[in-house]
């Protein structure tokens, strides 16, 4: 009842409450205000922030001044404005290179061993984080355990670690094993295979072993034998014997080598160390050369031959092993095994049936695949029947000398090709089969059997029986040609298809097929399967092309970097785009690449034609491209044109092939943008060619250039007709009611900048007051607003990324949140759809959303007005006849007010009394506004005087709206 007795009337037909007013001028006069960011107090802590080291307790370090590691700091939305992080530096730790920075932070030094962070007092930050290197210097004490303490802040991040100094290294897990191996062996390189014989080849004396022997010792050992004992055909080269015994400290650290205070000898093929002293935390190492015994190489070769003539008679490979035996006291034996290996070929072997026949077709004339076009009706049967060659080639050559064996070709050489059933011969044609060489080949009667026609009254004649096409040639071992027949493609009904085949990018359908297969026999109830020639057809429907071929192979269109960051001094990103054209797949001498330009991303002019030339650079072929050999210019459409001029011709040379493949990068400019902003683009190209079947080519490439540095962007927006805006306008009925009250937001997270592998700060939005929240939808149901039940009952939905969405029905709060446990993973996209109803609303005044400063706007009815503009006519109201609303003074309820301004200057004290010398306070001196000493009161009181001055004036307006619609 109260509220409806404020209401007015409105010239459009309506009313509107008190609390419309009220609410739009509160909204001016907050929104004002927010825009006046107070300073922060200089060297106020970041409250909230989170660190991680880059390293771990118990962690190896590389003390090494050079090794790096990574500190990552990481920080909310809400630091305040102008506020300074401190991190103090570990003793012995230095930070190379001073980090770039984000977009909130306005400046990063080192000052006395202390990293200060200070943010920008723009007050529109987001969350972020700043990550940097650093190195540890070698420590004088050198390795052994230490602490690196980063006092962030004043709050210490420790770490307990193990510095590792300089080239110093950890000691491995040792205990009492040994072990050995063949490091490198060139006695296999001279063996020798030559049809089934087996020798060595002169020099082999030459040939060296290497060996690698290890001797681990977890406890001290004493007085022990260290043997060698190598295989019988070989013998230890002494003078190549080295040992060297490497000791660690009690903690595994500083790594010392020392020579083996012992002498190797000879004990038969191998040697001995013996008394041998082997202090604890040690390892031995004893390398050596072992060499072929010369007294003992017709022995070798002996046992290699029986290892051959145990091959199969077909040949194979055999192998013989050497074992060489390593003995250590109170360890087990080790063994090495030397593996000598060789192949030897068997057999008597025959002709080569690879050539002896071939078959190919006019359609596919080599054996690289070519694509045919047709046309088909419903049934799959070709409009135009298409007419195809076959050319059948034989050739007995590799028949000669072979007279008299089994290999012999003692039958005719007889030829069969079935064709496919989608074809047919066209055995009435006049030049049906002819033959290459000119011999005449006659067609026998029908009827005959494949024992028969084998005979030599057949030799010279073909059959035709259906599909099935037989030829004998005889048996004449120098004999060689090509037989031509004629058939025709009728159908590709029960042909394999593949719909837009990625081999074949032209084809809206491809046929694989079809296949025809020839075979031949050359001897008596023989038909050599291995030897069968298939001629496969590909036949494709093309696509429609008049909007280009995206082809990837042939053309493509990428970006250089998934994100492009925007100069933060200039305003301006250089996107870096790549083209690329496939190995033989046109001409780039003849093309034209037209970039179609997006103008309200890109600063694309006369202006900046010259900066875009000069960006050119890649390859062609062997040849290393120069902005020079391109001329680049503007379409009447403002696209950006790029032609191959003469100076990429002369560079090539004339051998040089046209259609290698290309690889073009330049770079194309944004607008200038300010502050925080991300510019999202899809920019397509198309490449004009000379190839016979595509006009064109056309590719795509998506994008966005961003000046958000290693932060967090939040985008809130709403669904309307299957795009986003953040500002959508929804009419009302007669009744002042909205015709759709139920509406769909979408919040994404866009991490920039590396922000990864971290928990992030929660994501809140509040729902405004009249809205209720519905559920979650998923991105596939966004036409229809249909609601996942699943997940609307469980209040929370997986957003992916390890981000999880809980909905606050209490509190009425969406919150986004790290799912426990894990860190952020920016691999998928991060977003969550909620569907709400708007149940409470004034017309014209925007219903606004917000989370994390992005905000979208529902605006029942019409334009929002301006608060404070009175749409009534001045003289019209019923109630106070010719009152003119703009004079102030006259409000009926407000009798007596003066609404002159004085015009003195008040006095403003300072900010703090002056104290005297004894401690009392002073009376403080009276400084005038505007006096230039002002400043020295404090460095916020101005800004205070400023805002609360702005404050004021609104709030008077407010009051003054109040007023009027108490009087109406």
Do not use: C
């Amino acid at each position: 009842m109260y509220e409806q007795s404020l209401r007015v009337h409105s010239p459009r037909g309506g009313t509107r409450t008190l609390r419309t007013w009220i609410g739009a001028v509160l909204a001016m006069v907050l929104a004002v205000a927010g825009l006046i960011a107070l300073p922060a107090t200089a060297g106020a802590a970041v409250p909230g922030v989170r660190v991680t080291t880059g390293v771990t307790d118990g962690q190896i370090v590389d003390a090494d001044g050079e090794t790096p590691y990574t500190f990552t700091f990481q920080y909310p939305d809400n630091v305040a404005s102008g506020a300074v992080a401190e991190i103090a530096i570990p003793e012995g730790v230095r930070i190379p290179n001073v980090p770039a920075g984000n977009e909130s932070i306005d400046s990063i030094e080192i000052v006395d061993g202390v990293l200060q962070i200070t943010f920008k007092s723009s007050g529109q930050l987001s969350q972020g984080i700043l990550r940097f290197d650093y190195v540890v210097d070698e420590p004088e004490t050198g390795s052994g355990p230490a602490d690196l303490t980063w006092n962030v802040d004043g709050t210490p991040h420790t770490n307990n670690v193990i510095l590792l100094a300089g080239d110093d290294e950890q000691r491995p897990d040792l205990g009492s094993a040994v072990t050995k191996g063949v490091a490198s062996n060139s006695l296999q390189s001279y063996l020798l295979s030559s049809r089934g014989v087996i020798s060595l080849k002169a020099g082999v004396e030459d040939a060296r072993v290497d060996y690698i022997i290890s001797i681990d010792s977890l406890e001290a050992r004493q007085g022990i034998q260290i043997a060698d004992i190598p295989d019988e055909f070989l013998v230890v080269d002494l003078g190549s014997i080295a040992a060297t015994v490497t000791t660690w400290d009690a903690n595994g650290l500083n790594k010392t080598d020392t020579p083996l205070a012992a002498t190797p000898v000879a004990s038969g093929g191998g040697f001995v160390f013996d008394d041998v002293d082997l202090p604890a935390n040690s390892r031995v190492t004893i390398t050596y050369q072992a060499k072929l015994d010369l007294d003992r190489t017709d022995d070798l070769v002996a046992d290699l031959q029986a290892k051959a003539d145990a091959l199969p008679e077909a040949g194979g490979t055999f192998t013989l092993d050497l074992d060489n035996t390593a003995r250590v006291t109170g360890s087990e034996d080790a063994v090495a095994t030397l593996t000598l290996q060789e192949r030897v070929v068997g057999g008597t072997g025959g002709p080569n049936l690879s050539g002896v026949f071939g078959k190919t077709s006019s359609l596919r004339p080599s054996s690289a695949q070519s694509y045919t076009k047709i046309e088909v009706d419903d049934a799959g049967n070709l409009v135009t029947p298409l007419d195809i060659t076959y050319s059948l080639k034989y050739d007995l050559r590799p028949f000669a000398g072979y007279g008299g064996d089994e290999h012999a070709l003692t039958d005719n050489f007889v030829m069969t090709d079935t064709l496919a059933t989608q074809s047919i011969w066209l055995a009435e044609d006049a030049d049906f089969l002819t033959t290459r060489s000119g011999a005449v080949i006659t067609r026998a009667a029908d009827g005959i059997s494949d024992a028969d026609f084998r005979g030599n009254e057949y030799v010279g004649t073909f059959t035709l029986d259906g599909q099935k096409l037989r030829i004998n040639v005889g048996q004449d071992a120098t004999a060689t040609d090509v037989i031509d027949v004629k058939a025709q493609i009728i159908s590709v009904a029960g042909i394999p298809a593949v719909s837009n085949p990625s081999e074949f990018t032209p084809a809206e359908t491809l046929y694989d097929g079809p296949v025809n297969i020839g075979y031949f026999t050359y001897q008596p109830g023989a038909q050599v399967n291995s030897n069968r020639s298939t001629t496969t057809q590909a036949l494709y429907v093309q696509k429609d092309l008049s909007n280009g071929l995206d082809d990837r192979a042939a053309f493509g269109k990428s970006v250089g970097s998934e994100e492009t960051k925007i100069d933060p001094a200039t305003g301006v990103g250089l996107v870096p785009f790549v083209f690329t054209t496939g190995q033989d797949r046109l001409d780039v001498t003849k093309s034209r690449l037209v970039d179609i330009i997006d103008h309200s991303v890109f600063d694309v002019t006369e202006n900046t034609l010259d900066q875009i030339a000069a960006s050119i650079s890649g390859t062609f072929g062997a040849v290393t491209l120069a902005p020079e050999m391109f001329d680049v210019s503007l379409d009447a459409e403002g696209n950006l044109v790029i032609e191959p001029n003469a100076n990429l011709v002369g560079a090539m040379g004339a051998e040089a092939n046209p259609r290698a493949a290309m690889t073009l990068r330049l770079e194309i400019p944004t607008n200038p943008v300010e502050g925080k902003e991300t510019l999202d683009f899809v920019n397509t190209a198309n490449l004009y060619g000379t190839d016979e079947i595509v006009e064109f080519w056309t590719s795509q490439a998506t994008g966005y250039a961003t000046s958000y540095g290693a932060e967090m962007e939040v985008a809130k927006a709403l669904y309307d007709a299957g795009s986003w805006t953040d500002e959508m306008h929804v009419e009302l009925d007669e009744e002042g009611d909205l015709l759709e009250d139920e509406f769909i937001y979408r919040i994404q997270l866009r991490p920039h900048g590396g922000y990864n592998g971290v928990e992030i700060y929660a994501v809140e939005d509040v729902l405004p007051e009249g809205m209720e929240f519905l559920g979650f939808v998923s991105d596939g149901d966004l036409e229809t607003g249909v609601i996942d039940e699943e997940s609307t009952r469980a209040a929370q939905l997986e957003m992916g990324g390890n981000l999880r969405a809980d909905w606050d029905a209490e509190n009425g709060t969406l919150t986004i949140q790290q799912s426990p446990g894990t860190v952020l993973d920016t691999t998928t996209p991060l977003s969550v759809n909620f569907k709400v109803r708007l149940d409470d609303f004034e017309p014209g005044i925007g219903v606004v959303n917000t989370a994390a400063g992005s905000s979208a706007t529902i605006i029942p009815g019409e334009d929002p007005e301006v608060p404070g503009e009175d749409p009534e006519v001045p003289g019209e109201d019923p109630e106070v006849p010719g009152e003119d609303p703009e004079v102030p003074g006259e409000d009926p309820e407000v009798p007596g007010e003066d609404p002159e301004v004085p015009t003195e200057e008040p006095e403003i004290p300072t900010e703090n009394p002056d104290v005297s010398d004894d401690g009392s306070a002073e009376e403080p001196e009276a400084v005038e506004a505007g006096d230039e000493d002002l400043a020295t009161t404090g460095s916020d009181t101005p800004w205070l005087l400023i805002g609360g001055g702005l404050f004021a004036l609104l709030m008077g307006i407010a009051l003054m709206a109040v007023r009027r619609i108490r009087s109406n």
